[in-house]
């Protein structure tokens, strides 16, 4: 059995570009839909996510050279098809085998996805993990954790601004379980794969991000309510340059 292809998937599809009496009640039906999600991942309700595009209007080597860190960011919220397509980005699935946007050794896709949302539109503040499968969205905590989040970052201010935070994790069995200890290394590489895809995808968007590697790993694994053998590599401050 596949790790992210275990459960059913209830289909809400959503722009997050409406007026803002629609958004609110997007928010709204959200609510109603995440509260009755069980608290362990993977079984919950889940929130499709717009689907991702294909074309901009920046070429690859133009998001090449713009790319740059940024640590600063507008009070503007990020809209669910942002989020779609930075997900998307990094481990969104692009081929009818379920091959995914970043190479991973032996295809097991070791890493995962959380966003840590606190200024998104249509998206109640919380921890959601990504389903790259089904393209959704499923809750894992709620509430506004962005502000624990930089204090277990050395209290980053990059983490504690921003309308949300992408957190890249690993399951290093995953690829140790094949390759030994090798695995390890491959892991790491991955993990800089996916940061990248999010680099470059933030161009077009209009949006800054920065890979962020001084953390706790205990207290983000506490936040993130992170699995015995799931640990955190990457949080990536996602939002406006100011
Ligand atoms: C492994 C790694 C860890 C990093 N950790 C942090 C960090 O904790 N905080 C931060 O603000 N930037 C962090 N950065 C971003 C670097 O500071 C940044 O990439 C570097 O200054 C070069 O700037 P540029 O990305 O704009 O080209 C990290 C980068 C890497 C590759």
């Known amino acids: 059995m596949r790790f992210d292809t275990d459960t059913q998937v209830k289909k809400v599809t959503l722009s ?3 007026t803002p009496s629609r958004n609110a009640a997007l928010g709204l039906l959200l609510l109603a839909m995440v509260g009755t999600a069980a608290a362990d991942r993977g079984a919950a309700d889940r929130i499709m996510l717009p689907e991702p595009r294909h074309r901009s209007h920046v070429s690859v080597e133009e998001a090449l050279r713009d790319r740059r860190s940024v640590r600063n ?12 397509q930075l997900l998307w980005s990094a481990q969104g699935v692009s081929d ?9 050794a032996g295809a097991l896709y070791p890493l995962e996805l959380y966003l840590v949302a606190g200024n998104v539109e249509a998206l109640p ?14 809750r894992v905590a709620a509430g506004d954790k962005r502000d624990g989040l930089a204090k277990a970052a050395l209290r980053q201010t990059s983490v504690r601004d921003a309308p949300a935070v992408i957190v890249i994790t690993a399951v290093y069995e995953r690829t140790t379980r094949k390759y030994g200890d090798r695995g390890q290394r491959y892991v790491h590489m991955e993990a800089g794969h996916a940061a990248q895809n999010i680099y470059l995808q933030t161009v077009p968007l209009g949006l800054g991000t920065v890979t962020v590697g001084a953390f706790s790993d205990r207290k983000v694994k506490q936040i993130l ?11 990536m401050p996602v939002g406006k340059p100011r």
Not at 225 to 235: I, S, V
């Open 16 to 18: 997050g570009t409406g």
């Open 125 to 138: 503040a919380g921890v959601y993990q990504y389903r790259p499968a089904q393209h959704a969205l499923s």
């Open 73 to 84: 960011y507008s009070s503007d919220s990020l809209t669910l098809a942002d989020i779609a």
């Open 225 to 235: 309510d992170l699995p015995e053998d799931e640990e955190p590599l990457y949080l």
């Open 96 to 104: 009818a085998r379920g091959r995914r946007t970043a190479p991973s």
